[in-house]
T-cell receptor, first 115, second 113 residues
Framework: NAGVTQTPKFRILKIGQSMTLQCTQD?????MYWYRQDPGMGLKLIYY???????DKGEVPNGYNVSRSTTEDFPLRLELAAPSQTSVYFC??????????????FGPGTRLLVL | AQKVTQAQTEISVVEKEDVTLDCVYE???????LFWYKQPPSGELVFLIR??????QNEISGRYSWNFQKSTSSFNFTITASQVVDSAVYFC??????????FGAGTRLTVKP
């Protein structure tokens, strides 16, 4: 049981490039989330999903897109990378029985640097 | 709007000292959940505790204890007899009726040998 896994661990992008951050969970959780953590700050919710085929915006969705075709996977897409997107990105999942107030389990994070 | 404030940006203690991390929250919801997460230097986020708004009992888990007081909108976290391995950033978080999880900015705890 690997929990929540994220790839890559670290990536450098040039301004304007695109990339997809991968997130997979093997706990059969319904809810999945993407957060970003800027230096010295707490986490801010980008997007979340309550199940396959259903996604919704969080607090800071601009510049990102998501999809949820399976229960296990929740990729985050950056279409035109900007320096403001330099951050550490965390994926998380929760069972979903009590909505988003449940305990969320986090992946190890992806550190992204946009130059 | 929901808000979590962790006023202590950084705390430094010597091993075996007790330390309390403060968390003050704002919400208009009557039903909400509070969380504490630990982020060690390796970077991952580790769940520590979840408490709902109807349960004001203090909780103790080994050297960790949590004091939830609705009257002061606080959910403080105390580590007794701190150890070097406790060095980490600790986040307090709040989730209300709209299921919008908000994190505080975190408190960096350094425990020196």
């Amino acid at each position: 049981n690997a929990g929540v896994t994220q790839t890559p661990k670290f990536r450098i992008l040039k301004i304007g490039q695109s990339m997809t951050l991968q997130c997979t969970q093997d706990m059969n959780h319904n809810y999945m989330y993407w957060y970003r953590q800027d230096p010295g700050m707490g986490l801010k919710l980008i997007y979340y999903s309550v199940g396959a085929g259903i996604t919704d915006k969080g607090e800071v969705p601009n510049g990102y897109n998501v999809s949820r075709s399976t229960t296990e996977d929740f990729p985050l897409r950056l279409e035109l990378a900007a320096p403001s997107q330099t951050s550490v990105y965390f994926c998380a999942s929760s069972r979903g029985a009590s909505g988003r107030r449940e305990t969320q389990y986090f992946g190890p994070g992806t550190r992204l640097l946009v130059l | 709007a929901q808000k979590v404030t962790q006023a202590q940006t950084e705390i430094s203690v010597v091993e075996k000292e007790d330390v309390t991390l403060d968390c003050v929250y704002e919400t208009r919801d009557t039903t909400y959940y509070l969380f504490w997460y630990k982020q060690p230097p390796s970077g991952e986020l580790v769940f520590l505790i979840r408490r709902n708004s109807f349960d004001e009992q203090n909780e103790i888990s080994g050297r960790y204890s949590w004091n939830f007081q609705k009257s002061t909108s606080s959910f403080n976290f105390t580590i007794t007899a701190s150890q070097v391995v406790d060095s980490a950033v600790y986040f307090c978080a709040l989730s209300g009726i709209n299921n919008d999880m908000r994190f505080g900015a975190g408190t960096r705890l350094t425990v020196k040998p």
